[in-house]
């Protein structure tokens, strides 16, 4: 079982950046892939990018080029680098990570809380 943590939304004008991170706690598991996810109301949560155990990365087209997804393994953390951003990135972004029991016969999926990111002038 993972537990994640969110931190890095806040209100930024157009054309800024935020850094968001997302660090991954618990015991007795190992993570697959760790990624980001966003949701406004009224739509489905949807893919924004993630990275694999294998270093794998992939964003969704409507933030290619703009949005960085990394991983430090060390600290068991996943950050999103978000530049440029416009007012339709904003959402509530959510860490998600998939991971496996040592043993490797149970999976789990995990989420964070989420964390607002509001993009307006």
């Known amino acids: 079982q993972v537990q994640l943590v969110e931190s890095g939304g806040a209100l930024v004008q157009p054309g800024g950046s935020l850094r968001l991170s997302c660090a991954a706690s618990?015991?007795?598991?190992?993570?697959?892939?760790m990624g980001w996810y966003r949701q406004t109301p009224g739509k489905q949560r949807e893919l924004v990018a993630l990275?694999?155990?294998?270093?794998?990365?992939q964003y969704a087209d409507s933030v290619k080029g703009r949005f960085t997804i990394s991983r430090d393994n060390t600290k068991n953390s996943v950050y999103l680098q978000m530049n440029n951003l416009n007012p339709e990135d904003t959402a509530v972004y959510y860490c998600?990570?998939?991971?496996?029991?040592?043993?490797?016969?149970?999976?789990?999926?995990?989420w964070g809380q989420g964390t607002q990111v509001t993009v307006s002038s």
């Open positions: 998600n990570a998939y991971s496996y029991s040592l043993d490797g016969w149970r999976g789990y999926e995990s």
């Open positions: 618990g015991s007795d598991f190992t993570i697959y892939r």
């Open positions: 990275v694999t155990s294998g270093g794998s990365t």
